[in-house]
């Protein structure tokens, strides 16, 4: 299933950014709300990913940070149990959970932060 998709949620983890400054990838996880017609609202967790100029705007954000993205809905089931990414194609609006105060980080910087808090080397 796939289908193109707007959803607002917070940051229920910090992205993790991937690959090089050339080629930016960036995961990280949302919990959204999703208003269904003639029902209630339906909240689940999804998986965002990103690449290029998105990838690098979306690992500048933390855990808990407010946005609604666009992009490209992608389902599919695991032992039964349905699952949930998007190809994220725009950031519509962010609202960082806390401002960040000094100087931005580089891609590598990033990259290499979010790999010591993941375990890798």
Not at 13 to 24: F, I, Q, R, T, Y
Not at 40 to 67: M, T
Not at 102 to 110: F, L, P, S, V
């Amino acid at each position: 299933m796939t289908a193109q998709i707007a959803i607002s949620g917070r940051l229920g983890n910090d992205p993790k950014p991937h690959g090089s400054e050339e080629k930016p990838m960036t995961t990280c996880f949302l919990f959204g709300e999703v208003e269904v017609r003639d029902e209630s609202d339906i909240s689940f967790p999804v998986n965002l990913v990103a690449f290029g100029q998105v990838a690098k705007l979306l690992a500048r954000l933390d855990k808990g940070s407010f946005l609604t993205v666009s992009g490209k809905l992608q389902g599919s089931t695991y032992q039964g149990e349905a699952r949930y990414s998007i190809l994220v194609n725009d950031i519509v609006s962010a609202k960082a959970s806390q401002p960040r105060g000094g100087k931005a980080k580089t891609w590598e910087q990033q990259k290499e932060s979010a790999d010591r808090l993941y375990g890798k080397k």
